[in-house]
């Protein structure tokens, strides 16, 4: 161990064993594909919508992968979940969406309150529009969508107060589709006719 007693064999052995590490590390979160996307996940972007799956549920192409994006914060009217009935309002809510983003590319942004994926695995990020606007406000405003609480979440106040004012005014379900009190006490929409 006469090497060792030197001050410059010592950094050089720190040196070798902290490349190591590095070279371990890299290999690792290459050969583990859950860990690297961990990283990406939570980076800001924008992205093009491949598809619309209903009001609340997008779609992207994310780092050569399609990535399934769902709204933080708001839940519109179902449309497509096989365990679930087709709601008043679903049809016209995922409409409204389609019709709000369009063909444009969306920016995502993570909240630092909310989880990075719910329990199917998809992303919960805010999207944003070209022009700056919020597309869960601009669901709620209209109508189109409920504040959903039930996790926390930065814009929550600012939801709320989205919904509220949609209510007040009537717009969209509020005038349409009756909605009721769910057992967290949030909005839910009746079945369709």
Known sequence: MKLLRTKRSRKLLIRLLV????????????????????ITDLSPGTYIV???NDGDTITVE???????????????????????????FGKAA??????LIGDQAVRLEADPLSSNRDRYNRLLRYVYLPDG??????????GYGFAYTSFPFTKSEEFLNHQRDARIQN??????CA???????????????
């Open 94 to 99: 995922s409409d409204f969406t389609k019709a």
């Open 19 to 38: 490349a190591l590490i590095i070279v371990g590390l890299g290999y690792y979160t290459e050969s583990n594909p859950s860990l690297s996307n961990k």
């Open 50 to 52: 491949t598809n619309f």
């Open 171 to 176: 717009k969209g379900l509020w005038s349409k």
């Open 179 to 193: 909605p009721t009190t769910n057992e967290f006490g949030g909005f839910t929409s009746p079945p369709a006719d």
């Open 62 to 88: 994310m780092d050569g992968r399609k990535e399934t994006i769902r709204f933080i914060g708001i839940d519109t009217p179902e449309t497509q979940d096989p365990r679930k009935v087709v709601q008043c």
């Open 133 to 142: 606007r919020l597309a869960q406000a601009e669901i709620l405003k209209e």
